[in-house]
């Protein structure tokens, strides 16, 4: 009998966290370089960007959510994107060598780094066998 932990969907197992720390930290150097008005030193400080945001994203993310439900109800979850920006300002504050112009080019790097993360960990991700049995 083998057990299998995994907190994933169907019986793909989950990405190891050093692979999604290298996955994020590589969007957040390709949105570096995409985005306008957002600023990162070098390969290491893209590489806190990564945790500092993972921590963030894990601890106040949802506390700012829970704090501001009624406005992202009203605004149907576009008030999402702004608690994105703050989280992304609040790595900006806390890490040296990386800089944002302003509070547009947070949010822009949030979405672009969602997005980049979740292409590049669904094109890692391996693939279930396929079964031709109905």
Same mark, same amino acid.
């Given at each position: 009998?083998?057990?299998?932990?995994?907190?994933?969907?169907?019986?793909?197992?989950?990405?190891?966290?050093?692979?999604?720390?290298?996955?994020?930290?590589?969007?957040?150097?390709?949105?570096?370089?995409?985005?306008? +008005?957002?600023?990162?030193?070098? &390969? $290491?400080? *893209?590489?806190?960007?990564? /945790? @500092?945001?993972?921590? !963030?994203? =894990?601890?106040?993310?949802?506390?700012?959510?829970?704090?501001?439900?009624?406005?992202?109800?009203?605004?149907?979850?576009?008030?999402?994107?702004?608690?994105?920006?703050?989280?992304?300002?609040?790595?900006?504050?806390?890490?040296? +060598?990386?800089?944002?112009?302003? &509070? $547009?080019? *947070?949010?822009?790097?949030? /979405? @672009?780094?969602?997005? !980049?993360? =979740?292409?590049?960990?669904?094109?890692?991700?391996?693939?279930?066998?396929?079964?031709?049995?109905?």
């Amino acid at each position: 009998m083998q057990f299998k932990a995994s907190f994933s969907s169907g019986d793909r197992p989950l990405v190891p966290w050093y692979v999604r720390l290298i996955v994020r930290t590589l969007a957040v150097f390709l949105t570096a370089y995409l985005v306008p +008005g957002v600023e990162v030193d070098g &390969f $290491t400080t *893209a590489i806190w960007v990564a /945790v @500092v945001l993972g921590v !963030l994203n =894990a601890t106040v993310k949802p506390l700012l959510i829970l704090l501001t439900l009624p406005l992202t109800l009203f605004t149907m979850g576009i008030f999402l994107l702004v608690i994105n920006g703050i989280v992304v300002v609040l790595a900006d504050r806390w890490i040296d +060598g990386f800089a944002l112009r302003d &509070f $547009t080019a *947070a949010v822009v790097m949030s /979405v @672009v780094v969602s997005a !980049l993360s =979740a292409v590049m960990e669904r094109l890692q991700r391996p693939k279930p066998p396929v079964s031709l049995r109905p």
